[in-house]
């Protein structure tokens, strides 16, 4: 309210203000979507593409990498069988032949060796954008960071129980895991990770994802001007939430200290780390059986058989018989029966 005194000078000796009802309205880029739909429709295309047409035997989980090689033996790998994925990257591709040498494994490995979302005057972040495309591509930036982490922590999760699932071979008879099983196989996760860390390690993301989009979003702030009944001067800015992004954070931290703490977990028996390397799997699978028939569809577990009649020497290998036993320390093993005369 305002007065005026006897000089003409205007005063103000008070307010008045009243709560009027929202005008929601629903803002979007037409370019980002047009490229958000374009790119969708290219990797669904991507994705049919490679059902319809790929019509050869996959290697998608360990199992598929043994099945392969029990049935069809990788000539290159022969005189190998315990050699580990540093070995193959250090020395194998080097071409450094292969010989005899002392199983040098002793005691058990580990397997890894935000109210949210409110627009408030007091949380907004002091920069004003030319256009929203620009306040949407900053604010989202955090996502796409995180997305980038789901698939580091993914692949560090297959990685762990690829060693995990190749130690229990050398622990007991198991069956094979595979993508086509036949008799006496077993089918594949669907996510090629047990189910009982897939769907929290989903669920994880999605939550944090969901906590980071209330921690840093978008903000467009219409002034109305009542008297004239119209809309000016938008400002366009993004806003923070300081309780989602406390969330986050202790979410971020108990994430990392669970890949840890699994990852200190021990493995079922002792053997190599073969992770994903083909070469190291190849080199584990010439088998003492002859017709790969008899082992493909059974129980199997690799380890110390004894002397192989076609190399004539010790190995260590897969094969369905009882008499398995795992590798013994300072034991010779690999080569071929020409490499130890």
Same mark, same amino acid.
Not at 31 to 44: D, H, S, W
């Given at each position: 309210? =305002?007065?005026?005194?006897?000089?003409?000078?205007?005063?103000?000796?008070?307010?008045?203000?009243?709560?009027?009802?929202?005008?929601?309205?629903?803002?979007?880029?037409?370019?980002?979507?047009?490229?958000?739909?374009?790119?969708?429709?290219?990797?669904?295309?991507?994705?049919?593409?490679?059902?319809?047409?790929?019509?050869? *035997?996959? =290697?998608?989980? =360990?199992? &598929?990498?043994?099945?392969?090689?029990?049935?069809? *033996? &990788?000539?290159?790998?022969?005189?190998?069988?315990?050699? &580990?994925?540093?070995?193959?990257?250090? &020395?194998?591709?080097?071409?450094?032949?292969?010989? *005899?040498?002392?199983?040098?494994?002793k005691g058990l490995q580990r397997w890894w060796a935000r109210g949210l979302g409110k627009i408030n005057s007091g949380s907004l972040v002091g920069i004003h954008f030319r256009n929203i495309t620009q306040a949407i591509l900053l604010a989202n930036l955090p996502q796409t960071i995180l997305s980038f982490l789901y698939l580091t922590y993914n692949s560090l999760f297959t990685s762990m129980f690829l060693g995990h699932d190749w130690s229990l071979f050398s622990h007991h008879h198991r069956t094979l895991r595979v993508t086509s099983p036949r008799p006496g196989q077993r089918s594949t996760y669907w996510l090629q990770i047990p189910y009982t860390y897939a769907i929290p390690l989903m669920t994880l993301s999605g939550l944090l994802h969901w906590l980071t989009s209330q921690s840093l979003f978008l903000a467009r702030v219409d002034i109305f001007d009542p008297f004239r009944g119209e809309t000016f001067a938008p400002i366009v800015t993004m806003g923070y939430s300081c309780i989602a992004i406390v969330f986050v954070l202790a979410l971020g931290g108990l994430a990392l200290l669970a890949a840890a703490g699994i990852g200190y977990r021990k493995f079922a028996a002792e053997t190599t780390t073969v992770s994903s390397c083909s070469a190291a799997i190849s080199a584990a699978c010439h088998a003492s059986e002859t017709n790969p028939d008899e082992i493909i569809g059974k129980e199997v577990r690799w380890g110390d058989v004894g002397i192989v009649p076609t190399l004539g020497v010790r190995h260590l290998t897969f094969s369905s018989e009882m008499g398995v036993r795992k590798p013994v320390f300072g034991e010779v093993y690999a080569g071929t029966q020409n490499d130890w005369k």
């Open positions: 309210m =305002l007065t005026s005194n006897s000089s003409g000078e205007v005063e103000i000796v008070g307010c008045k203000s009243e709560v009027t009802g929202e005008k929601c309205t629903v803002r979007f880029s037409l370019g980002i979507m047009i490229v958000v739909i374009g790119c969708n429709l290219v990797k669904a295309c991507c994705m049919v593409m490679a059902v319809v047409r790929s019509r050869e *035997p996959t =290697l998608v989980t =360990l199992g &598929d990498a043994v099945d392969s090689f029990l049935r069809t *033996p &990788d000539q290159t790998t022969i005189g190998m069988c315990f050699a &580990d994925r540093q070995y193959i990257e250090r &020395d194998w591709r080097r071409g450094w032949k292969a010989g *005899p040498r002392q199983w040098k494994q």
